[in-house]
Structure formats: structure tokens, C-alpha cells
């Protein structure tokens, strides 16, 4: 075989293992979550999936005083897990605190986050009188 033949034959072979590792890839990201993203995200916000409800991350953190009993421990949250706590003031199938990584710029470290199941709650509870009352200030 001449080089012409035996290079043709390298492009050939390298471009069949490149085809083969994106099908594998493909196939491998189709089965399993992107530990990069979050698996509780939707298009619109982050939310906690907690006993087949959706409470959608506010970003803002709830008074100490204002926390509730414990609700639930280790629920999954974006490749780790949340505390759950009741929200005074608040049925615990509407409202909860997630103990989550800051959700926010110029939050530092993790905190009690406000989360509800009502989208709009969910992310503008400042909007809310109720929610804002117990709301760190």
C-alpha cells in the first residue's frame, strides 16, 4: 500500500473512534443527569422537588425567627441534598426554608432560603407582604 492509501486509511479510522465516542456520549448523557446543571432546574427558575411538589428557590433567606419545625432531611437538590424547615405564618404544602447554597450575589455561604409552591411567591416573595415579614432584613 502506498502512504497516500495508508493515510487515507488514518483519517478514515480516526474519524470512525471520533464518531463512536460522540454516539457513546450521546447515549451516555441521555441516561444519566449533567452533574453541571441542575436536575431540579426548569427554564424559568430552580426549584426543590419535595413529596411530588415543585417549590420554586426564591433566593431570599427567611428570619431565624421565623423558621418552623423540621420538615424533611437530605431532599436532592442540584447534585447535594437541602433541609427542609416549616415557615411560621405558612402551610408547610405551600411554603418552606431550604437550607441551600447562597442563591444570590453577595450571599455568603449556605442559608434558610424561601421556597413555595405558587411560581410567583416562589420568586418575588419581597412582593408579598406576608412573605416579606419573615424575611431576613
Sequence with gaps: MNDDGRGSLRV??????????LVAGAWWFADHPN????ADGTGN???????????WVSG????EASLGA????????Q????DLREVRGF?????????LPAQRAGQTGPGWTFVAVD????????????ASAVLQR
Design 12 to 21: 478514515l479510522g480516526v474519524a470512525a473512534v471520533v464518531a463512536a465516542l
Design 35 to 38: 452533574p453541571l446543571s441542575s
Design 45 to 55: 427558575g430552580t426549584v426543590v422537588a419535595y413529596q411530588g411538589r415543585t417549590y
Design 60 to 63: 431570599e433567606r427567611v428570619a
Design 70 to 77: 423540621p420538615v424533611a432531611q437530605g431532599v436532592p437538590f
Design 79 to 82: 447534585g447535594t441534598t437541602a
Design 91 to 99: 402551610p408547610p404544602d405551600e411554603v418552606l426554608a431550604a437550607y
Design 119 to 130: 411560581q410567583t411567591l416562589g420568586t418575588n416573595p419581597v412582593a408579598d407582604p406576608s
